[in-house]
């Protein structure tokens, strides 16, 4: 079958950096993606690894190592406003989007 | 320049009923997905199409069913209504349908209750 495991919940403080971790088992493996959803909104798209390494966009960095089949995505400076759910995303042999369960990220002040 | 739009936003129905949802893409955009998220859980793949064409299809029962129109915009049926179907269904819209190269952008769902 097809798996993605993330963790469930992360808690942060506003200003700190954290890591949310990706590990994946998949049917072929394109790339990895990474969004954001707030509650009660649409998924947006923060960033996509197809490559090992790092990528990076500003606060947000995404990494993938394809032979580990592990992934994550780094946010630093945290802001309030970026307490969400984040999803890790794998593009699979048939060129679907097959998602992980979601981290919700919790910031305190 | 709109985002994907989806209508209705919000829907109630009764078991055995029949839905249907519209999705309008991205002017531009050629492909579109549709996507079911229950509570708490990852958006899981339905369909794409691309150029009116079903490019993709999940792990969903024959009750679920697609299509799109030459304006790319596209409709999700879903008939005989069970209560597991309540959900938020997205749409993406996309250039190409390229799920490996193309950013996929989402509309902002219709939440599904069935009673």
């Known amino acids: 079958g097809q798996s993605l495991e993330q963790p469930s919940e992360v808690t942060a403080v506003e200003g700190a950096i954290v890591q949310i971790n990706c590990t994946y088992q998949t049917s072929g493996f394109y790339g990895l993606s990474w969004y954001q959803q707030h509650d009660g909104g649409a998924p947006t798209f923060l960033s996509y690894?197809?490559l090992d390494g790092l990528e990076e966009t500003g606060r947000f960095s995404s990494f993938l190592s394809r032979s580990d089949s592990y992934g994550y995505l780094l946010l630093q400076e945290l802001q309030m406003k970026d307490s969400a759910s984040y999803f890790c995303a794998v593009v699979d042999s048939n060129y679907q989007l097959i998602w992980g369960a979601g981290t919700k990220l919790i910031i305190k002040p | 320049d709109a985002g994907v739009t989806q209508s209705p936003t919000h829907l109630i129905k009764t078991r055995g009923q029949h839905v249907t949802l519209r999705c309008s893409p991205i002017s531009g955009h050629k492909s579109v997905s549709w996507y079911q998220q229950v509570l708490g859980q990852g958006p899981q793949f339905i369909f794409q199409?691309?150029?009116?064409?079903?490019?993709g299809r999940g792990n969903f029962p024959d009750r679920f069913s697609a299509r799109q129109f030459p304006n790319y915009s596209s409709e999700l049926n879903v008939n005989a209504l069970l209560l597991g179907d309540s959900a938020l269904y997205l749409c993406?819209?996309?250039?190409?349908?390229?799920?490996?190269?193309?950013?996929?952008?989402f509309g902002p769902g219709t939440r599904l209750t069935v009673l």
């Open positions: 993406a819209s996309s250039p190409q349908g390229l799920v490996s190269t193309d950013t996929q952008y």
């Open positions: 690894n197809a």
């Open positions: 199409y691309y150029e009116k064409e079903e490019r």
